[in-house]
């Protein structure tokens, strides 16, 4: 592979980071970042306070032990979250729904029970946050205010 070619590939990989605490505050260098989070207990993610335009993260469920939750904070409700999610339901009526935010203050998304291959994208437009992603869980996500 010529020198140019490596360079566009490398340049081309993104960054995996494993979560395994309860807690993670993310800064606007992690931009860009995929994290694989394994969830042994309640996990709270708390997103940059003052994003930039294009500051944008990817959070997998990797594992789950038990009746944990994955929440993402944006810190405040100034900076809500818009988009949404769709909500695979692993009960017996296995429903799929797509889930929404207030579009005027939730800043906080729960995440009760997601299983492994959850996944959310969080973008930023300099202000506000807009979610994409699938959850698979029991539970349908809850968006909050602060």
Same mark, same amino acid.
């Given at each position: 592979?010529?020198?140019?070619?490596?360079?566009?590939?490398?340049?081309?990989?993104?960054?995996?980071?494993?979560?395994? $605490?309860?807690?993670? =505050?993310? @800064? +606007?260098?992690?931009?860009? /970042?995929?994290?694989? &989070?394994?969830? $042994?207990?309640?996990? =709270?993610? @708390? +997103?940059?306070?003052?994003? /930039?335009?294009?500051? &944008?993260?990817?959070?997998?469920?990797?594992?789950?032990?038990?009746?944990?939750?994955?929440?993402?904070?944006?810190?405040?409700?100034?900076?809500?979250?818009?988009?949404?999610?769709?909500?695979?339901?692993?009960?017996?009526?296995?429903?799929?729904?797509?889930?929404?935010?207030?579009?005027?203050?939730?800043?906080?998304?729960?995440?009760?029970?997601?299983?492994?291959?959850?996944?959310?994208?969080?973008?930023?437009?300099?202000?506000?946050?807009?979610?994409?992603?699938?959850?698979?869980?029991?539970?349908?996500?809850?968006?909050?205010?602060?």
């Amino acid at each position: 592979m010529s020198k140019v070619g490596r360079a566009a590939f490398d340049a081309s990989r993104r960054r995996l980071e494993k979560i395994t $605490a309860t807690s993670k =505050t993310l @800064t +606007l260098a992690e931009s860009g /970042e995929i994290y694989a &989070v394994a969830l $042994a207990a309640n996990c =709270t993610i @708390t +997103l940059p306070s003052a994003p /930039e335009n294009g500051t &944008v993260y990817t959070f997998i469920v990797s594992s789950q032990a038990g009746d944990d939750e994955l929440i993402i904070d944006t810190g405040s409700d100034s900076r809500y979250f818009l988009g949404g999610v769709v909500h695979l339901d692993t009960t017996a009526d296995e429903n799929a729904v797509s889930v929404a935010p207030d579009g005027n203050s939730n800043s906080k998304l729960t995440l009760n029970d997601p299983l492994p291959g959850t996944r959310i994208e969080c973008v930023s437009d300099g202000t506000l946050w807009y979610l994409s992603g699938g959850v698979a869980s029991a539970t349908v996500p809850a968006f909050g205010d602060q």
